[in-house]
């Protein structure tokens, strides 16, 4: 890392803090949104964990909902709207290195998940108690899940040409995964091709990992989960390295 | 001595456009250094595969020595490029803008160069204006104070005064002028030829992703232009001997050929012998406009021959 990461991280974590209103205290609604909606609708009927309430079991998935979505929102956007305006030339002029730029890229998404959950959280603060049975497991899984989503964003904002792209992107893989990774229900209770098929979704291993940081129980073994969202990592990671290093759609 | 800037038969192909189709130049430090042509000729992709913008199919670009590619991070050091499109990140103000561009750089505490940068380019009062609220002219000053944060010894201006009023240019040029005194490496496009004509010590011209002229700018006037003494007569006609490459102009005026002053006295005799008074009397110098068209019109032959 050079000094050029520094001010390239400050400015990534500026653009979004500048506009927080939009890129912090939205999502901390929508995620409140589901909560309460959610929470009236189905907390007669289901417990998805022995001892949890459905509204708890809800809230450190929605949080990580939150987290995972917004990482992925940062850098794919930063990196599309530097595009499609022509001020990327801007980080491609200087001397920066291919790994300036991913960690740069990677870390203010990171940032960002972590401000929108713990947005999350504090919103939540006063209507639903929670336990934090393992406060180390829950940040781990929210630091790699955050990263896990800053990297495919970084991807994602490189493919993309338009911003149709990249909703595109978004909506029909990020959200899917997401919203299917067991925020709403523990995938035990689903049938069991299901069950089978949420494994191969990585976003689960963040959100089951996650959860188990507040209530001591989870679907997989934590640490299996936590290796498995590091491994996408390391693999996403080397995947976004190679792009950078290739010059591939930024430097044609 | 290092060259501040070495071109190799360097190539770059889209599709079945050459863009760039063996260009090789050498810019020596603290020259002034125009880049010519028309529109889709090359210019812009060759200043963005000196910045690593676009990546060559082959040949070598050096900037002070150090290979784009190879030694990326010191070419890019040595280099500032104004880019020909206006752009600018409408998150941040003008103060922001030029504090990041010097981090990007590994530069901390660059505050003096930067005032001094708001100052020469009289950008002082908007230095806390958020970018996007400034006019085109202010934005593209912008982009020159960015280009300049890291005072490299190379400076790469493309079309820097396109749609840009006297004003600005003339600062522009002011600073740019005490920038090559001071012993920066200047290398400009522009389609005011009497810009490139005025500021720079050689010329390359550049057609099709070729050089078709590469020279001195005193040579390439001297060679590819004429002077003309340009004179209003009553009392004859042109005498016989001086009808050869002679024009009459919408004034009334006779246009002819003359190499030197020697010409012009041989010419006057012969208007006096035939009894001409001689209303109106001047000897027009030679224009890089002329040239340029003279030299573009040669190369399309050639282009033309090729395909």
Known sequence: MTGGFRTLLRKEVLRFWKVSFQ???????????????????????????????????LVPGLAMMSMLQNAFANSSSSLIQSKITGNIVFILLPPLTPGDIF??????????????????FLAVLFLVPLPLAHPLWALAFALVGSALLGALGIVAGIWAEKFDQLAAFQNFLVMPLTFLAGVFYSVKSLPPFWQAASQLNPFFYAIDGFRYGFFGQSDVPPGTSLAIATGTLCALSWLTLRLLRSGYKLRS | MTPAVEVRDVRKRYGKLDA????????????????????????????????????????????????????????????????????????????????????????????????????????????????????????????????????????????????????????????????????HAIILTTHY???????????????????????????????????????????????????????????????????????????????????????????????????????????????????
Not at chain 2, 30 to 50: D, Q, V, Y
Not at chain 2, 205 to 231: C, N, P, Y
Not at chain 2, 283 to 289: C, I, N, Q, T, Y
């Open chain 1, 103 to 120: 960690g740069a890229y990677l870390l203010a998404s990171v940032v960002r998940g972590l401000v929108v959950g713990a947005g999350v």
């Open chain 1, 23 to 57: 890129t912090v205290a939205a999502p901390v609604l929508s995620s409140l949104l589901y909560l309460v909606i959610f929470s009236h609708a189905l907390a007669a009927h289901v417990e998805a964990y022995p001892g949890v309430g459905y509204t708890q079991f």
């Open chain 2, 193 to 307: 030829l009497e810009e490139a004509q005025e500021l720079c010590s050689r010329i390359a011209m550049m057609k099709a992703g070729r050089i078709v002229a590469l020279d001195d700018t005193a040579r390439l006037l001297a060679a590819f232009s004429e002077r003309v003494l340009r004179v209003r007569f009553a009392g004859c006609e042109l005498p016989a001997a001086l009808s050869a490459g002679a024009s009459l102009d919408a004034e009334g005026a006779w246009r002819l050929p003359v190499e030197g002053a020697a010409q012009v006295e041989t010419a006057l005799a012969r208007l006096r012998e035939a009894g001409a008074r001689i209303e109106h009397l001047e000897v027009a110098e030679p224009e890089l406009e002329e040239v340029f068209v003279k030299i573009m019109a040669k190369a399309g032959d050639a282009t033309g021959a090729r395909a």
């Open chain 2, 20 to 183: 760039l189709d063996g260009i090789s130049l050498t810019v020596e430090p603290g020259e002034f250094f125009a880049l010519l042509g028309p529109n889709g000729a090359g210019k812009t992709t060759l200043i963005s595969a000196l910045g690593g913008l676009v990546r060559a199919d082959s040949g070598e670009l050096r900037v002070m020595g150090h290979d784009v590619i190879r030694d990326y991070r010191e070419a890019r050091r040595s280099l500032g490029i104004v880019p020909q499109e206006i752009v600018f990140d409408p998150f941040f103000s003008v103060r922001e803008t030029l504090e990041l561009q010097s981090g990007y750089f590994g530069l901390r505490g660059n505050g003096k160069w930067i005032d001094e940068l708001l100052d020469r380019l009289a950008l002082g009062p908007k230095a806390d204006a958020n970018m996007r609220s400034l006019s085109g002219g202010m934005k593209r000053r912008v982009l020159v104070a960015q280009a300049l944060v890291h005072r490299p010894p190379v400076i790469v201006l493309d079309e820097p005064t396109a749609g840009v009023d006297v004003e600005l240019r003339q600062t522009l040029w002011a600073f740019v002028r005490e920038l090559n005194a001071a012993g």
